[in-house]
T-cell receptor, first 110, second 113 residues
Framework: GENVEQHPSTLSVQEGDSAVIKCTYS??????FPWYKQELGKRPQLIID?????GEKKDQRIAVTLNKTAKHFSLHITETQPEDSAVYFC?????????FGTGTSLTVIP | DAGITQSPRHKVTETGTPVTLRCHQT?????MYWYRQDPGHGLRLIHY???????DKGEVSDGYSVSRSKTEDFLLTLESATSSQTSVYFC????????????FGPGTRLLVL
């Protein structure tokens, strides 16, 4: 299969600061890496993704970086706002399956 | 929302009873997935389907079966529910036109007493 590890499990930042969440994967055959945001009681929502042939992708305040050699990818949120508070999941796709990290609970303190 | 609905949204049942959860999609996607979500474990794949009557197991398939007799519906069955199957169940589709992107349904909260 594939083993995806995510750190940290909880993260608190002051409003306006940056937040970084890191994930590692084990199988070099994984080739697609989405990130999801899940608010309490809601479904996971895709916020950004990256494919294995790209090193970095940015969408406004959110960016994802991928290091294929080291098998790790990271989510960067700049200028955090209270509405960024949620649980964030990374995932890796290998073949037909997706493998998820265990989540990071982000709290943005006003 | 990628046209995904799940039913029921909430269910309470007793140990030993059969339970069927339904996932319905309106966009004709080939791939459909069932996950369970538990605190500390993230999302874990139960079963998935890559076409009508084509299904395969995920990492936590024991105690679950699935069926897909038509493109739009993917059913998850707990043959004899146990308390360890208390969880939130999410269905997902894979939108191949977007590459590999997965989109999730609203979830079903299942409590097995």
């Amino acid at each position: 299969g594939e083993n995806v590890e995510q750190h940290p499990s909880t993260l608190s930042v002051q409003e306006g600061d940056s937040a970084v969440i890191k994930c590692t994967y084990s199988d070099s055959a994984s080739n697609y890496f989405p990130w999801y945001k899940q608010e309490l009681g809601k479904r996971p929502q895709l916020i950004i993704d990256i494919r294995s042939n790209v090193g970095e992708k940015k969408d406004q305040r959110i960016a994802v970086t991928l290091n294929k050699t080291a098998k790790h990818f990271s989510l960067h949120i700049t200028e955090t706002q209270p509405e960024d508070s949620a649980v964030y999941f990374c995932a890796a796709q290998k073949g037909r399956q997706f493998y998820f990290g265990t989540g990071t609970s982000l709290t943005v303190i006003p | 929302d990628a046209g995904i609905t799940q039913s029921p949204r909430h269910k309470v049942t007793e140990t030993g009873t059969p339970v069927t959860l339904r996932c319905h999609q309106t966009e004709n996607h080939r791939y459909m997935y069932w996950y369970r979500q538990d605190p500390g474990h993230g999302l874990r794949l139960i079963h998935y389907s890559y076409g009508v009557k084509d299904t395969d197991k995920g990492e936590v398939s024991d105690g679950y079966s699935v069926s897909r007799s038509k493109t739009e519906d993917f059913l998850l069955t707990l043959e004899s529910a146990t308390s360890s199957q208390t969880s939130v169940y999410f269905c997902a589709i894979r939108r191949e036109l977007d590459g590999e992107t997965q989109y999730f349904g609203p979830g079903t909260r299942l409590l097995v007493l």
